[in-house]
């Protein structure tokens, strides 16, 4: 039965076009302002502390440990909900991406075509080498075999506590941002911007890049220096991710 709740992205263009419709009918719908900034509150948790801290930071990179073991869980948690697949998936899918940067077995570099970029079409289990550890743990396990039947208990325990508008703005708008601040990042950072390092790959800084995305935008920093959980390397790049690292690291 696992096999049809695993994570992969063939749900994924399905998920972004619902999601992306949602964003674009309530804008002209307009709702009170609360809704957006609830939205906007999930994507700290979605985008910040799940994806860019957690995901990426601490289980790809592993450049710091959290101070409790819980936070790495529901950390994990908050990224899953993002819409963009597991843990499992997503330290796989950017284990190769630091392998192949912008060479053929780069998953998402802009300079393999934009297509590849804007429907990612990833296999997450890619490279098992690079996820021993999540595999053999339980909790990560289970949240990769189970990814879409997570995904529908989450939305269905919203739409039931507070009916259509918690469903929309606390589920699936989330999703939405999470999921086209992705692509943007995915496609800007080794596209458009400066270069601190002469790193082999074309990585790139993006001020607003860094802005819409907790400081993932300072990517040719990271490229350069990815054992890092600070991406500032200038006083002015600032890096949100880094100030809440501060906060939950041992
Ligand atoms: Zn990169
Ligand atoms: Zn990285």
Redesign the pocket.
């Known amino acids: 039965m696992k096999d049809v709740f695993r994570a992969n992205t063939m749900y994924f263009p399905y998920i972004q076009a619902i999601a992306t419709a949602l964003i674009i009918y309530m804008l002209f719908a307009a709702p009170a302002a609360e809704w957006w900034l609830i939205s906007f509150g999930m994507y700290f948790l979605t985008g910040c502390l799940g994806i860019t801290i957690t995901f990426?930071r601490h289980l790809?990179?592993g450049s710091f440990k959290f101070r409790y073991k819980w936070m790495e869980y529901l950390f994990t948690f908050f990224g899953a909900i993002g819409g963009t697949g597991s843990s499992i998936g997503w330290v796989a899918v950017?284990n190769e991406h630091?392998k192949n940067s912008d060479a053929d077995g780069d998953p998402h570099s802009p300079h393999n075509g934009l297509w590849n970029v804007l429907i990612p079409k990833y296999d997450f289990e890619m490279n098992k080498w690079a996820v021993r550890r999540l595999i053999t743990n339980k909790f990560h396990l289970a949240l990769h075999n189970y990814y879409y039947l997570i995904l529908l208990v989450w939305l269905t325990v919203l739409y039931t506590i507070g009916g259509i508008n918690v469903l929309v703005f606390v589920g699936i708008i989330p999703m939405g941002i999470q999921i086209w601040t992705s692509v943007l990042s995915n496609y800007g950072n080794h596209m458009w911007g400066y270069r601190n390092y002469e790193t082999k790959e074309d990585s790139r800084n993006t001020w607003w890049l860094a802005a819409i995305t907790w400081g993932e935008g300072w990517h040719n920093n990271?490229h350069a220096k990815?054992g890092r959980w600070n991406f500032q390397h200038k006083w002015w790049e600032l890096d949100p991710s880094a100030w809440v690292i501060k906060l939950v690291k041992a």
């Open positions: 990426h790809t990179h950017h630091h990271h990815p």
